[in-house]
């Protein structure tokens, strides 16, 4: 198995499960499952392990509501990459710190493919959270073909160095990265623990050569694709694995509790 020289597990590192919701999310619904959601948290999970849901724009207030005093956190999914303006329909990462969000997820695959966001894009979105004191979850994983074409190091490289590398040691540290191979989203096949690993070690690696290793050893890099309460602990004791980025499972409060809870 490929193991970074900068790992260490017993690093300040956080561990962080984190629930993106994607489109789902109906009043009701969200009332239901953040709810559940902190209350399962309040009665189970570890101190330590941070637990961050992440609804669509319009349900963040009432999960914030909802969540108010149990150390849940919460996120959005996405942020503009401008401060302010003429830009109907879109939320900048200052309107999002206004309300004081926690995390917010930028580059998601979902919004790589179906809205044409590219690295440079992506790089000012992460600006404008850092600006803001927001922290960034920064997307990165390859397609399929690009794996069997044998180009995912190639391709998680570019994503990572075009969308991070312009960042001090002080911003990248603030920053939390999930590899999500796009070939595991949302198809119930998730990579091999081996096969996570592998690619967290690389991105740990890539992190200790345009910083420092021990900058590099203080980033929690989340994994994402079909986590499901079965596999989780196998991902999770990898050493370059720091949690998890949560879609499907992330609904359903008792699967993503038992997520939290697979550390
Ligand atoms: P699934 O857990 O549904 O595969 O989704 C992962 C994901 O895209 C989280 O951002």
């Known amino acids: 198995m490929f193991h970074s020289q900068w790992t260490n597990k017993n690093s300040m590192r956080k561990h962080i499960v984190a629930g993106n919701w994607k489109m789902n999310g109906t009043l009701e619904a969200t009332q239901k499952l953040a709810s559940e959601v902190v209350n399962m948290y309040n009665d189970e ?36 990459q401008e401060e302010s303006g003429a830009y109907t329909g879109e939320v900048s990462a200052g309107i999002l710190a206004s309300w004081s969000l926690d995390y917010v997820i930028i580059g998601h695959s979902e919004r790589r493919e179906y809205f044409g966001e590219n690295n440079a894009l992506l790089a000012q979105k992460v600006d404008q959270s850092l600006r803001h004191n927001l922290a960034p979850i920064y997307c990165c994983g390859e397609t399929l073909e690009e794996r069997e074409g044998n180009k995912h190091f190639e391709v998680i490289e570019k994503q990572v160095s075009e969308g991070l590398f312009h960042l001090n040691a002080d911003q990248i540290q603030k920053t939390v990265i999930a590899y999500e191979p796009v070939w595991a989203i949302g198809t119930g096949k998730t990579a091999s623990a081996e096969q996570a690993q592998e690619i967290h070690a690389f991105i740990r690696s890539l992190l200790a050569k345009r910083f420092t290793e021990t900058v590099a050893a203080e980033i929690s890099i989340l994994y994402g694709g079909s986590v499901k309460p079965g596999n989780a602990k196998e991902l999770f004791s990898m050493e370059d694995i720091d949690g998890g980025l949560i879609g499907g499972a992330a609904l359903q409060s008792r699967d993503f509790i038992d997520i939290a809870k697979s550390f």
Request: charge should be positive.
């Open 45 to 80: 999970v570890k101190d330590g392990t941070e637990v961050v849901m992440i609804p669509p724009y319009i349900g963040i207030q009432e999960v914030q509501r909802l969540a108010k005093g149990s150390g849940v956190k919460v996120g959005a999914q996405n942020c503009h």
